[in-house]
């Protein structure tokens, strides 16, 4: 075992901020301690919250914290913020976050900035969350600044995704309300207290049932089928027993996250909605599909770092061959791809371990 | 050559939404469609578009778009919208966009939804914007919805990059606008007529400076060295005659997009970029820089596609024996791409043709 993952699993704070460091920066010994801890994660239920800036996420997921440490829960944040190009830096990092839980040793906060790297940043943040469940964390949550298609990324590997709305932004808001409705497991229209509080659920109400009959129509959309959906449809939604069979269908709370009202009546839905995924067939099948997703997103990341390294020279010639329009760029990465793929079978001791994988 | 190929150069249009469509889903002769194409492109010039929701984006690019046909330039458009879950299409794709335009055989406008698929949406946008290159668009413009990071991605490909702003929209928006300043090439504050326009300029100027003094002080960020940074700080900006030599500093314009006024004024500063980008050696460090990026994703791309086809029932194996942690996924991805090199070189006539790439 690694010192820093036999750290790590010893709840030391200053070790598991190195991890992260290393894993984020994938620097040092950072595979092998990702290696070690990753038997001991699998514990943590991964709590994605993003929406529009503006709508309240920060001061909501503080909220929320409070609640899991009322519970007795310990906490990790990971706040995914807009790098700075001045400082490298996260800027919302910056900020002094979440005060009110700052010496909380059962709280572990951390700030990832979006490196502009191709694909780096859910990389970074997948990693991450596995330190903090190897550390403890009985709840993860993953913070994002924005929507986008990181925001899309990311809520795919958190359990259950937060969406946070706010009444009253403006139209082409709807629009992203629409991209991102399709991985909202929960939504909070937050300042709830505010002029057109009731017309924001209702148009969340309305894009939800709109989304359900569509997809019973279509039997495609979430990827459930229509006689499921319409079971669904007729039950009583659960109110706090055993979870339901079928599709999950998103629920709406209405907060005020500056008075802390609505905050547990929130949680109490994303239970519900843990509860579902731990505890039903349907959603024991939206576990698979997610990590089926994850496994090709790691292989993916594994497969370009090798080539790269493996590539080296070949890779700049087939840039400039390129821009020279010499070969046109399809035909160029197939040619990489074979090269890959024969030097790997020329160099038997490559820098991985063959055998396995079947 | 393919024939749809063919009409796609004879700017035939029909044919040209049809190679759009097969690129975009990637079926068909796609692949075949794009390699014959390829050596006919190169010659557009490709604008970015992005900004946060209600910056007035759309409403910019059609009167940016009823400037490039005053100069008789060929314009298309590609915009990239959220996928609506329910239709599975894009959102602003079923408004009437652009009407002003509709009927004009040198404009071609094309909405690609944003799909959520991994990287699927730049490279479905980069092979969109080739096809459109090849029909013959002297500019292409690429409108994105929101900030984030598939906007970070498409900006890349752009040559330049326009990041349009309004006044007034709130804090965390300066957060946004901070990660994305890395990639503007040129601001327009849109809506310049109401409060807080002045607030709203001097607010990127001071970021454009701070971005500058920091670059120069650091030499890392924004690829440049603080001589080289000093040098062009010194200098009076170029008025519109030769390109300056060394680092591009953004430019910022005044827009009413819905009154038509600081339009012709912003394509000059746009026209600056393209010149700066052309015409300099810090340009074309710059153009090479891209076209690196640009091919290790293809790269990657094709890797996928690669290892995905050929590992099959072993990707499988993989993901459940992650499941069930009987071994991590890092070892697991290592043991694939293993797997994958190897099965490359046992099976001499793979799908791609060996050779070439040094």
């Known amino acids: 075992m690694h010192p820093i993952a036999d750290k790590v699993l010893a709840r030391d704070m200053r070790a598991t901020a190195r991890a992260c460091r ?83 040793p059962d709280v572990f906060i951390r700030s990832l900035a979006t490196r502009g790297a191709l694909g780096g940043l859910s990389r970074s943040v997948v990693d991450v969350v596995r330190v903090l469940d190897a550390w403890g964390a009985d709840v993860v949550v993953v913070e994002t600044v ?5 925001e899309l990324e990311i809520t795919r590997m958190a359990h259950t995704t937060l969406v ?30 505010r002029d057109g509080a009731d017309a924001a659920v209702r148009d969340l109400e309305l894009m939800i049932a709109l989304g359900g009959e569509v997809a019973a129509a279509s039997g495609r959309a979430r990827g459930h089928s229509a006689a499921a959906h319409h079971a669904r449809a007729q039950r009583a939604p659960s109110a706090g027993g055993e979870p339901v069979e079928g599709p999950w269908e998103p629920v709406i709370a209405r907060t005020v996250a500056t008075r802390n009202e609505g905050v547990a009546a929130l949680v109490d839905k994303l239970e519900g909605h843990r509860a579902w995924l731990f ?21 993916r990341d594994a497969l370009t770092d090798a ?51 079947t």
Chains 1, 2 share one sequence.
């Open 164 to 193: 946070v709305a706010a009444p009253g932004m403006g139209d082409e808001v709807q629009a992203i309300k629409a991209g991102i409705l399709e991985c909202a497991d929960v939504f909070a229209v937050n300042k709830a207290d």
């Open 307 to 357: 080539a790269v390294a493996a590539l080296g020279p070949a890779l700049e010639a087939a840039v400039h061959a390129v821009a020279r329009r010499e070969v046109d760029p399809y035909t160029a990465s197939e040619r990489l791809v074979a090269a890959f793929r024969s030097a790997g079978a020329v160099t038997p001791g490559a820098a991985v371990a063959p055998g396995g994988g």
């Open 279 to 299: 505890g039903t067939e349907a959603g024991a099948a939206r576990r698979e599909e997610r990590l089926r997703e994850a496994m090709h997103v790691q292989l």
């Open 22 to 104: 290393l894993v984020d920066d994938r620097v040092g010994d950072y595979a092998a301690i990702l290696k070690d801890l990753f038997p001991h994660t699998g514990r943590a239920w991964v709590l994605g919250v993003t929406g529009n800036p503006g709508a309240g996420k920060s001061t909501l997921t503080d909220r929320l914290i409070g609640v899991f440490r009322g519970q007795g829960r310990r906490v990790a944040v990971v706040a995914v913020d807009p790098t700075s190009p001045f400082t490298g830096g996260a800027i919302l990092g910056d900020r002094i976050r979440m005060q009110a839980h700052f010496g909380d």
């Open 146 to 150: 924005g929507v986008g298609q990181d």
